[in-house]
DNA sequence: TCAATTTTGTAGTAAAATTACAACTTAAGT
DNA sequence: ACTTAAGTTGTAATTTTACTACAAAATTGA
């Protein structure tokens, strides 16, 4: 639907002279939509009928109705489109570019959540036992992100980075225990095995990862999200961010979950980090 | 701004057949978008020049341009604001808010770096004998990411949340070292003393920190984020979802900045990283 | 290296929007 | 009721803009 992510994500369908029309448009989109054929063409450095094919290739009928497509996508509220830095980016450039990117990748994850499976893993965080966060690799800073937001709850949470520390602790597990297992991929050989192990013990796995893959299969549960693949060296991993997101909303899904006597107790967690800290002034 | 609303409330404004137009146009704004100033004129009942005239009454610049304002305000959607979750939120409602209030704050934290301290920054990492990451509750895991995207480059990298194993790896500190401290508030006393410590050792200390903070002023370089203050208990930290950006930036700018031979390696990484994970089929 | 295919630009054509101006409408003053 | 001036609307010409057909150039594959 929106033309700008469409610009961005088919770039291999364009000629080399459309690419040089998406650039331009990309690079200033508020003056693409109030330029003539003739002023983009020249802007691009390409000619008119150039502009015109690259029009028809996005499905539109034509320049002026591709501009209102374009106006209609930056009022739509996603400015941010995913630019890859290239090699001879300035730091004012690439700085811009990942800051862009890593909102657009939100944009994007956030269409693809599914909401109903959110609500139903925090319904059985909120009734486990005990619940561990595992993930390898960087998905392991996401899992020692997800440790921390529910250590503060006060519930039985444990997390390792190490992959027997991983298969131990699984081993143990019981009904009742949930194990949520992060990887973008979801095909880490180890992870896969543990899942396995979780179900046969009547844990219950959840999988923060892609719903077709290996890991996806083996869980009870799938919170997949689409996130533009990083498709060049430079490109930072944007997953990892769409993933702590997702921690976030798991982690409010859960202090909303449980009312309001619980989150008396969080204040008190809040209030004691205040001794090992310089006082405001 | 919004063009709709003052169609229908400057009504007063037109004459006998503008107002057709404007009937016209919204009964249907759908089609109008999509029509030429004859089909329009047609619709309307009235002539070409006076569905031009209306448009200029609007204070636009003629009929193309008063289909770009229509077809803005047609799509225009909930922009990213910072809306707080609140206790009656259902899943829908908070999955939403936090996914839009993190990029809104990434978009406010993006404004608020400064490019010449990251361009510094890069610069010094580059040289570096030795890397630190230090970080104390959710800014670990914000360490531990920063780890794992530099353990790729292949250079002298350290990480650890062990104040005890922080401050032993401070005190064998050099010139040539580089000791990034993250910390939102940087009132954290312990990262303050490593802080003084490395720099009693010649080391490099960057914190990714308060400007205005203990810390921040024990540093040699303070990559400072604006980032909008979690008011509730609800909100999620978004601090750290800037500052893992932040670290994607500095890791490109290594990359950039180390060259073409540099990230031939980095794929050999990537690469070698296929052996412990299921084949795509 | 040559033929086939794709890509790109030039020049001409068609369509759309705008302008100038004339005709009509309306309302006020005589 | 007639005249006139201001305002409104439409016709026709003009200009601008977008599109098409075709030819030149570049790319690809044999």
New binding site residues.
Partial sequence: MNILDKITRNSELF????KKVAEAILANPQTAIHS???TLANLSG?????V??F?RRLDT?????F?LHLAQSLAQGTPYVNRNVDENDGPEEYTNKIFESTMAALDIAKQSVDISTINRVVDLLTQAKKISFFGLGSSASVAHDALNKFFRFNVPVVYFEDIVMQRMSTMNSTEGDVIVLISHTGRTKSLVEIAQMARANDAIVVGITAADSPLGRESNYVLSLDVPEDTDMYMPMASRIAQLTLIDILATGFTLRRGNKFRENLKRVKESLKDSRFSLN
Avoid: Q
Avoid at 46 to 50: A, D, I, M
Avoid at 61 to 65: I, Q
């Fill in positions: 000629s080399k002279s459309e003539s054929i003739a390409v000619s008119e009928p150039t015109n094919r029009c009928k034509g320049f002026p109705d501009k």
